[in-house]
């Protein structure tokens, strides 16, 4: 295919910044004029896909809207209409099939999602430093002032954690984050095999370009679901947008718990469980590639940290077949060398919030303090996406052959639910069970989003979206 147009395309949408500070504002549209103006004025400022050549900005901006939003800007109704039915719908209509009931259920959310009639776009800023994350954030209120375009609702906050002075990938379970997102045709980024898709020979391809950006060829050679006009969609994503408390405290108690039971009981079965859990050691070796250990070379090589398959280990005796990241992305676990998974692939981006605990804070309140991660999922289509690996492989196991085992780590467990350790003879490598899961994570909210491209910003700034 030819090159993208990355000058039009979000940056967001085409890269990781990889900066370690980002404030998430969260707007209300109060009259369409001057919203549609306060988008005009951002076009100049929307960070795109262009490549830095002169090293990153001190700063980044995206933006993208709710359904919601864009009925406040007053998209024809042909236009809204087209829009795929999840996205209309919203986070919180689509509960039931999300699994968000019980504590993720919108009632323990967040004031912010509560209501979801609120929220109208996602305005979003990455920074290299605290001083340019406060300097972005008044430039923007005082063009949010000028205009009269917006109110912000809230802020959210989120920091990369530091740990002895030093940036690391670690999110609050303390476990290195970050590896895995797929490559896609056009997208040019620093690619590693076991990124894309598993080719028949064992190497790695992109993906098609159609299941990141709307308006090219799927992996079924289809053009997405997407809204009319087609140049209103084109270049553009849909983002699923996803607060998740970590009970910090939940989760050590539970590992000090079963890890007395397992193997030695010791503090390097504690690490293995932990290992077991999650399918990688907390120093992101992968645990199929290296079970018995941590494996700095693997885990700091990019041509061996995401590079493995899991089928030579269908009895999941290496990884467990329930561990969180082989059910997220279960690459060649189902057969068909991989061919099955290949369209419910997601790109995803987001950093932690709240306080770092380390491992030697026995603060009462770990799970009380709010500290998590913001989760962002890109996909050309929310439901065939995100909300099928949601559903099918977070809150439910049956492609796993296992019943209605739900993910350990990510699933909303229910009272009396286990997770099963496959293993084998070898005394250190032992069979496990460990019931009575609690839940690790809770939802505190979110909402779907449109990220448009920057032709489409013009459109809507301009009001001229014309869906004939």
């Known amino acids: 295919m030819s090159k993208l147009n990355a000058t039009d395309i979000q940056g967001f949408v085409l890269r990781g910044y990889n900066m370690p500070y980002a404030r998430y504002g969260f707007l209300h549209f109060e009259n369409s004029a001057r919203a549609r103006d306060l988008i005009r004025r951002l076009l100049g400022i929307v960070t795109t896909g262009r490549s830095w050549d002169q090293g990153k900005p001190q700063s980044t901006v995206n933006v993208a809207f709710t359904y919601r939003g864009l009925v406040k800007l007053e998209l024809p109704i042909a236009t809204l209409i087209s829009f795929p039915v999840e996205f209309q719908q919203g986070m919180k209509a689509r509960g039931g099939i999300l699994g968000d009931t019980g504590l993720n259920s919108h009632e323990h959310w967040d004031e912010l999602w509560r209501n979801e009639t609120q929220v109208h776009a996602w305005l979003a800023i990455n920074a290299l430093t605290t001083d340019a994350l406060e300097a972005r954030t008044g430039q923007l209120q005082e063009l949010m002032q000028e205009t009269g375009g917006a109110r912000v609702l809230s802020y959210q906050d989120a920091a990369a954690i530091v740990e002895d002075g030093k940036v690391t990938l670690k999110e609050h379970f303390g476990f290195t984050d970050g590896f895995g997102n797929p490559d896609y045709l056009g997208v040019c980024r620093s690619t590693q095999p076991g990124q894309g898709k598993l080719m028949p020979d064992g190497s790695w391809a992109p993906l098609a370009t159609g299941e990141l950006l709307l308006g090219y060829a799927d992996e079924a050679g289809e053009l997405p679901v997407a809204p009319v006009p087609h140049i209103l969609a084109s270049n553009g994503t849909f983002m699923v947008y996803?607060?998740?408390?970590?009970?910090?405290?939940t989760f050590r108690r539970f590992l000090d718990?079963?890890?007395a039971r397992y193997g030695a009981g010791d503090n390097f079965a504690r690490e293995k469980l932990a290992s077991k859990f999650i399918g990688r050691w907390r120093d992101g070796t992968p645990v199929e590639s290296s079970p018995d250990k941590p494996d700095p070379a693997i885990a700091q090589d990019p041509n061996l940290s995401t590079n493995f398959t899991y089928g030579e280990d269908t009895a999941g005796t290496r990884c467990p077949i329930g561990a969180h990241i082989r059910r997220v992305h279960p690459r060649d676990a189902f057969g068909f060398k991989g061919r099955l998974i290949n369209r419910r692939r997601i790109t995803r981006r987001g950093l932690p919030y709240g306080p770092f605990a380390s491992e030697s804070d026995a603060s009462p309140?770990?799970?009380t303090v709010?500290?998590?991660?913001?989760?962002?999922?890109?996909?050309?289509?929310?439901?065939?996406?995100f909300e099928f690996v949601q559903q099918q492989w977070v809150n439910y196991g049956n492609d796993a052959h296992l019943g209605n085992e739900k993910d350990l780590l990510m699933g909303n467990h229910a009272a009396g639910e286990k997770y099963v350790i496959q293993g084998d003879t070898n005394p250190a490598n032992p069979p496990f069970v460990c019931a009575h899961l609690p839940n690790f994570v809770e939802l505190r909210g979110g909402e779907y989003f449109f990220l448009p491209s920057i032709t489409a910003l013009g459109m809507m700034a301009m009001n001229l979206v014309d869906p004939r």
């Open 242 to 249: 996803r607060k998740l408390h970590q009970n910090v405290g």
């Open 365 to 367: 309140d770990l799970d």
């Open 370 to 385: 709010e500290r998590g991660v913001i989760f962002m999922a890109l996909n050309a289509s929310i439901s065939r996406q």
């Open 257 to 259: 718990t079963w890890a």
